[in-house]
């Protein structure tokens, strides 16, 4: 429980760092962002957990000729399926998504890395 906590306030600390980056997503102002930084955590931890292994499977064949990159358009339809469900993130769009999960990957191995987390 400790471990899946300490990521997800790392993950959180991820997602606010890449909406400060990017101008294609953004939390509404009147919004606390670290309240919505969080939700949007969780959200991403349980879709990950339950609805992107569906996703890999069905979409195996695909993956398998693309040799692994149509995994980034499924991380980026699991980012646009968390934006309609947390209210106060938005995202612009696909390739909106696409660089949010790219750079939210990126920024959170960077951030594991530095606090030495080990997955």
């Known amino acids: 429980m400790k471990r899946y906590i300490v990521n997800l306030l790392v993950t959180t600390l991820a997602v606010l760092?890449?909406?400060w980056v990017l101008?294609?997503?953004q939390i509404?102002?009147?919004q606390n962002k670290y309240i919505v930084g969080l939700k949007v955590a969780f959200v991403l931890s349980i879709l990950n957990a339950f609805i992107?292994?569906?996703m890999l499977?069905?979409?195996l064949p695909v993956n398998?000729?693309?040799l692994g990159l149509f995994t980034f358009v499924?991380?980026?339809v699991v980012i646009l399926f968390a934006d309609s469900i947390v209210s106060?993130?938005?995202v612009a769009g696909f390739w909106a998504a696409l660089f949010f999960s790219i750079l939210l990957s990126l920024t959170t191995t960077f951030l594991e890395s530095i606090l030495g987390i080990e997955q």
Do not use: E, K, M, S
Request: proline residues 8%; negative net charge.
């Open 88 to 90: 106060g993130f938005h």
């Open 57 to 59: 499977i069905f979409t």
């Open 23 to 25: 101008d294609w997503v």
């Open 17 to 19: 760092f890449v909406v």
């Open 28 to 30: 509404d102002p009147g």
């Open 52 to 54: 992107r292994p569906l």
């Open 74 to 76: 499924i991380n980026a």
């Open 64 to 66: 398998i000729l693309t």
